[in-house]
């Protein structure tokens, strides 16, 4: 199946996509999923494992011995896990690399006010996914606009959490009035190249990305075809997100003297 996309459209990326050689929990290659979506017709992909670049870095690794695939855009991002305000998408401008983003536990705030420092954007992933990773259950997003609008977007189409839930994120991005965008939030290759946003620039490098965003050069965001994702239900949901809850908030404790030592080796570097 080909994409269709409004008249006008020049890009088509994934906005939201996990790989085996960057996130634990991703069962997909990088050079799989591209060779999907570019059959289907995308023109890009956003990058986005959990607090690494390493699917990226396998990317940019690999990509030339795939002559097939060499007019792919794939472009680099993180999915954040920040203390208090759940998963936050994190891209910066080419060439800016801040290694204390991969090191989880900032608080949300903290994180929005260091990304826009250096001209970077921050999306508002699943806001309202069934557990404490999306940024609506956390008392410090839901009950603080402030925090609210300084996200540069919003995705109000995830592939892979309930319709409800994304009825909610369009719906607070109505009062928002942010950039909506699509992910897959794919994590096996069954599931690659079932959402998509359009753009009606050309996207190439992140700088694009992250001007098309600020200029809302967006021209769809949504499904696309007709898989639906298996959802956890009841005691495995309760278990999985207690377990997340559990493990982040701990991990955010315990790698305090990490993150304080990247930003000490980051603000060196910089002199």
Same mark, same amino acid.
């Given at each position: 199946m080909r994409l269709m996309m409004p008249v006008g459209t020049v890009s088509v990326l994934d906005m939201h996509c996990h790989t085996k050689e960057g996130s634990m929990d991703g069962l997909a290659s990088i050079f799989d999923i591209v060779r999907k979506m570019k059959d289907m017709g995308y023109t890009g992909l956003l990058v986005s494992d959990h607090n690494s670049y390493k699917g990226f870095e396998a990317w940019e690794a690999g990509k030339d011995q795939y002559e097939d695939l060499k007019d792919f855009v794939v472009l680099k991002a993180l999915e954040y896990d920040s203390r208090d305000g759940g998963h936050v998408m994190?891209?910066? *401008? &080419?060439? +800016? &690399?801040? *290694? *204390?983003?991969? +090191?989880?536990?900032?608080k949300i705030a903290d994180v929005l006010k260091k990304v826009h420092e250096v001209g970077g954007i921050c999306g508002m992933v699943h806001p309202f996914g069934p557990g404490a990773y999306a940024a609506m259950r956390n008392p410090h997003v839901l009950m603080d606009e402030a925090v609210q609008n300084a996200y540069d977007y919003i995705e109000c189409y995830n592939a892979h959490i309930p319709a409800v =839930?994304?009825?909610m994120a369009e719906i607070l991005n109505k009062k928002l009035n942010k950039p909506m965008v699509a992910g897959t &939030? =794919?994590?096996?290759?069954?599931? =690659?190249a079932t959402a998509a946003t359009a753009f009606s620039k050309p996207i190439k490098t992140n700088n694009d990305l992250i001007a098309a965003i600020r200029e809302n050069e967006i021209l769809y965001a949504g499904r696309v075809g007709n898989t639906d994702h298996p959802q956890l239900r009841g005691v495995m949901r309760l278990f999985t997100n207690l377990g997340y809850t559990?493990?982040?908030?701990?991990? =955010?404790?315990?790698y305090t003297k990490r993150r304080s030592k990247a930003w000490h080796r980051n603000h060196k570097n910089q002199k």
């Open positions: 994190i891209i910066l *401008p &080419d060439g +800016v &690399d801040i *290694p *204390p983003f991969k +090191v989880r536990g900032m =839930a994304n009825e &939030d =794919a994590h096996k290759i069954r599931y =690659a559990t493990w982040n908030k701990s991990a =955010a404790f315990l």
